[in-house]
């Protein structure tokens, strides 16, 4: 009986994953095509007919993280039933994130300060940022909070300063906090007015 050798991921998965490794890990300007190739195994015409240039493996990286993420967050979403539970469960998934070996802060921030301006980075980060706080909207007007755009605002802003104080401080806690800041200003958001006596 032969052994048989083990099957070898497609080229695109390989570069995919050296880029994803590579870019989070040293930064994407730090990081240059020849080192993605050789850290993928594959041979140099293999990136150009996956990914017409690094602007492209860029994207596919960016993208790539992005789902990784919505998939992350709608898996802890749907551990809950109530709709305040489900609201505030994004915060959760964010812990879990930070308190992960090797976090070095929110890809899509790394991005945007490493390549300014309009491209693939810009055009995904949008797209990620739009995703949060659709999301955001839609939990929170699921929880009865007045005015649930508004609030995803500062929902928003929460989940950025705790990511941002994980990346610089090394404060995971920081999570924990804008998770208990969040829940304050989604309680003050559904109390119903107090009726007034005539």
């Known amino acids: 009986m032969t052994a048989t050798a083990p099957v070898r991921a497609p080229a695109r998965e390989r570069l995919l994953a050296a880029a994803n490794e590579l870019f989070y890990a040293e930064g994407i300007n730090n990081v240059g095509i020849d080192r ?3 850290h993928a195994g594959v041979a140099k015409a293999s990136l150009y007919a996956n ?6 493996l860029v994207r596919a990286y960016l993208e790539s993280r992005h789902e990784a ?3 992350r967050m709608l898996e802890r979403i749907e551990r809950h039933r109530s709709p305040r539970e489900r609201a505030l469960a994004v915060f959760d998934s964010v812990a879990e994130t930070v308190a992960q070996l090797g976090y070095r802060g929110c890809p899509f921030a790394r991005a945007a300060s490493e390549l300014p301006g309009d491209g693939p980075a810009s055009e995904v980060n949008a797209q990620a940022r739009g995703w949060l706080r ?3 909207t839609a939990l929170l007007r699921d929880a ?4 649930a755009p508004g609030l995803a605002q500062q929902f928003v802003l929460l989940f950025d300063g705790a990511v941002m104080a994980a990346q610089m401080d090394g404060n995971v806690d920081a999570v924990r906090i804008a998770r208990a800041m969040a829940a304050n200003l989604l309680d003050a958001a559904v109390q119903r007015p107090a009726r007034v006596r005539t």
């Open 69 to 71: 993420r919505k998939a």
């Open 36 to 38: 993605v190739i050789e």
């Open 144 to 147: 009865g909070a007045r005015n």
């Open 134 to 136: 659709e999301l955001f």
């Open 51 to 56: 990914f017409r240039s690094k602007d492209e």
